[in-house]
């Protein structure tokens, strides 16, 4: 209650702000809502002081109504682990898509769902949002059924990770070049000669997965290169751990070993040292995605420097861009990945 005497501040309002700056109302709601056509540069900063002074907050609600928008975007990860969000890759990609929906007023709703139950999801069967992201796992029947479920409800859709689906309608796909990062990779790989190699995968059917197998196994292919598969929980170190072990026991040492990550990658340098190895020398090992740990190998690895990042960004983009114009500009978003030289091969 306001002290006996003491005005109560009524709450700043736009008109308020549009009086201060000396500019209409409508132009206070393109500041604020991030448009930039019709309001100069001057104008921008006149406003944006006027609303920091006056502490002006908009009326999220009412514009919501106003718009018929709920000011959210949903984000399902098909993960049968319940610590999806430990993945370094996962965890960048949710932050850049969250950090740049923020920026123009959007907030992020996250669901992890078990494979097979995407359509028990609250996401799917409330949809309280503007624009539903997808990252799909399981072979790739799988992942357009599940495409095909979200983009059912008709609200646009942007799939991570995954090769386009022509006929899906109101779809984005934002992905990485992860088939041309670990042909460059194996490329690289071959400066040793190889006539055998092990690659060690998550035993989880993530598109990006595929795409990484993929590029190795064709540039091996070219050049009589054995490629062995070595599938192992990838969130757990003793798991990795323990399947490098079971396989050098049965086939032996491989003269490099492929980590479908860089986590994968140092978890083998491990098991190697144990066994008296040196890498690179005895055993080049190469790792994928470049995070800011990877810093920590001895040696340091080659891998390849993720876009994960990135990809959120581009994806918030691109739907934010959708929901202005009421169409997705550019449907299938490829960003190119970088190799980056360590002392592993």
């Not at 009524?10 to 409508?26: K, Y």
């Amino acid at each position: 209650m306001a002290k006996q005497g003491e005005q109560k501040r009524s709450r700043p309002t736009i008109h308020g702000v549009a009086a201060r700056a000396g500019v209409s109302t409508a132009t206070v709601s393109k500041v604020v809502n991030g448009k930039k056509t019709g309001v100069s540069a001057e104008t921008r900063r006149r406003v944006e002081a006027a609303i920091r002074e006056m502490g002006y907050r908009p009326n999220r609600i009412g514009r919501n109504l106003r718009t018929q928008r709920h000011g959210a975007v949903g984000l399902a990860i098909v993960d049968p682990s319940p610590r999806f969000l430990a993945d370094p890759f996962t965890t960048n990609l949710v932050a850049g898509l969250s950090n740049h929906l923020s920026k123009n007023d959007f907030g992020l709703l996250l669901y992890g769902v078990l494979p097979g139950r995407l359509a028990e999801c609250s996401l799917i069967r409330i949809s309280q949002v503007d624009a539903i992201c997808l990252n799909p796992s399981g072979d790739r029947a799988e992942r357009i059924e599940s495409m095909r479920l979200v983009a059912g409800l008709g609200q646009p859709l942007v799939v991570f990770q995954d090769q386009p689906v022509p006929d899906l309608p109101d779809a984005c796909f934002v992905r990485q070049d992860d088939h041309g990062g670990s042909a460059a990779i194996a490329r690289e790989l071959l400066r040793r000669n190889p006539r055998r190699a092990a690659m060690v995968i998550t035993d989880i059917q993530w598109p990006a997965v595929e795409n990484r197998v993929a590029g190795v196994s064709e540039v091996f292919a070219d050049h009589n290169v054995t490629l062995d598969l070595i599938p192992c929980d990838e969130t757990s170190a003793v798991a990795i751990t323990d399947a490098t072990t079971r396989y050098l026991d049965r086939n032996g040492i491989p003269d490099v070993i492929v980590g479908q990550n860089d986590q994968i990658a140092i978890a083998a340098i491990q098991v190697l040292r144990s066994r008296g190895l040196r890498v690179p020398e005895d055993v080049a090992v190469s790792g994928f995605n470049a995070f800011p740990f990877t810093g920590l190998a001895v040696p340091p690895l080659t891998t390849v420097k993720s876009r994960a990042y990135e990809i959120g960004v581009t994806a918030a983009g691109a739907i934010i861009e959708r929901l202005e114009s009421g169409i997705f500009s550019e449907t299938d978003h490829l960003l190119p990945l970088e190799l980056v030289h360590g002392q592993s091969i």
